[in-house]
């Protein structure tokens, strides 16, 4: 099974959006760095931090070997945290995992390392297309990411998929009214 390793920003995010669940059907196991569960998810908006554990998230430990190689990418790439470093590492010292990050700079340098790497735009594609999330709920998560000053999302591929949605959800046939 695929394992998605979760950083922060991606987290924070996806808690907008109120679909951690509907994520959670999807066939992969999805991980969260035990430091980055510990030190940086402290505001994830509709949920507390101890809900991930409860719904499906898993804690990943990293080893010496592995916080080393964090340290060394940490020291390499200033422009990086630590804990961005963690999640790299777990990712790409774990078989068939996939960092989900929102970092731009995180995204790069895994690209660099050779890690497979996708935004939050590709899960909640993922959600879409295996049945875990309708449209008119996936719409409405995106119009939250899109109106908060806070997600850096790009912005064409964002609307592309808005409008995807819209059209989607109004060939959707129409209850009719009750009269009663």
């Not at 949920?47 to 409860?54: I, V």
């Not at 804690?59 to 390499?76: D, H, I, M, P, T």
């Not at 996939?98 to 993922?126: F, K, N, P, S, Y």
Request: some cysteine; hydrophobic content about 40%.
């Amino acid at each position: 099974m695929r394992i998605i390793i979760n950083d922060s920003s991606a987290l924070i995010d996806l808690a907008k959006t109120r679909l951690l669940e509907n994520l959670l059907q999807l066939p992969y196991r999805f991980v969260i760095p035990d430091v980055l569960y510990t030190d940086e998810l402290i505001t994830l908006r509709h949920y507390h931090r101890e809900q991930l554990l409860d719904i499906g998230f898993e804690l990943g430990e990293l080893n010496g070997l592995q916080v080393g190689k964090a340290s060394a990418y940490s020291r390499q790439y200033p422009a990086l945290s630590l804990n961005d470093c963690f999640a790299l590492v777990m990712t790409e010292t774990t078989a068939d995992a996939v960092l989900l990050t929102g970092d731009q700079r995180l995204r790069r340098v895994a690209e660099q390392q050779g890690v497979a790497v996708h935004g939050i735009l590709w899960i909640l594609d993922q959600a879409y297309e295996q049945g875990a999330v309708d449209a008119a709920n996936l719409h409405a998560a995106l119009l939250v990411l899109d109106n908060d000053p806070l997600t850096r999302l790009p912005g064409k591929e964002l609307q592309r998929r808005m409008q995807y949605l819209a059209t989607e959800i109004s060939k959707q046939p129409k209850e009719p009214f009750d009269d009663d």
